[in-house]
């Protein structure tokens, strides 16, 4: 299910600054069959990097580098992403597409699965993009809030799951009912942790923006 009007994506997709090589790893994404975010999101992570004053970048799921690519490209020269593929082939394939944006220095391809990986990283982050297994969502929410520093951003992707989360809306569910429960119960404890200022947002499939508290 679309969550927003298709006429309205394509009204608003005429105002987003893509570029050629941003176009062509979204093109082969597609070809791939890679579940990666569109230009929108691409470019609302670049607003939050730039208001945030990002420097230091967590993202969970890389696939070919799409997203990482509008993170790096939005941080200062001295900022830093570290990416988490658990995929060897994309995460090899993300690495080409940073070196020929010359953003290899400011980009770390972690390969491994996130569950562990998330414990050899050394926070504070400043943003953290959190677009891997939706079954992981839950599990790692609390090490990933102990990775971000007081007022930064956690932003986590495909929080309404073309509308499945909402009971009885898609019938019959298209998607895995594992991940769907696990995302439903995710989007609850997001918006009842009080360590955590959550606003859900209806961007192309939907990401919550959880902004650590100064006092948690
Ligand atoms: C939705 S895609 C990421 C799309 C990317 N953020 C973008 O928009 O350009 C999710 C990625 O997470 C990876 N992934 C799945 N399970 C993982 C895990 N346990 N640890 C690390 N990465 C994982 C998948 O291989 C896939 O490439």
């Known amino acids: ?18 570029d050629p090589q941003l176009t062509q790893v979204a093109a082969e994404g597609e070809a ?29 799921g890389t696939a070919n580098g799409y997203s990482a690519l509008w993170l790096a490209r939005s941080l200062p020269a001295d900022g ?10 994309r995460a090899r394939v993300a690495r080409g597409h940073f070196a ?5 220095e400011r980009v770390s391809v972690v390969v491994g699965d996130a569950a562990r990986m998330v414990h050899k990283v050394a926070g504070p982050f400043d943003l953290i993009f959190n677009d891997g297994d939706k079954q992981q969502y839950e599990p790692l929410l609390d090490r990933l809030v102990t990775l971000l ?19 009885g809306l898609v019938t019959p569910p298209r998607k895995d009912p594992a991940d769907t429960a696990a ?34």
């Open 1 to 18: 299910m679309q969550i927003v009007n298709a006429d309205i994506e394509r009204y608003l997709a005429s105002f987003y600054r893509s």
């Open 32 to 60: 791939l069959q890679l579940p990666i975010v569109n230009p929108a999101v691409g470019q609302f992570l670049e607003s939050l990097v730039i208001a945030t004053g990002t420097r230091r970048v967590l993202e969970i």
């Open 80 to 89: 830093r992403i570290f990416t988490i593929e658990i995929d060897p082939e």
């Open 100 to 104: 020929r944006a010359g953003l290899s």
């Open 149 to 167: 520093r007081p007022g930064g951003v956690l932003v986590t992707d495909n929080v309404l799951w073309d509308g499945e989360v909402v009971p």
């Open 183 to 216: 995302i439903a119960a995710y989007n609850h404890r997001l918006a009842a942790d009080d360590r955590l200022a959550t606003s859900f947002v209806p961007l192309r499939d939907g990401l919550a923006v959880s902004v650590r508290r100064r006092r948690a």
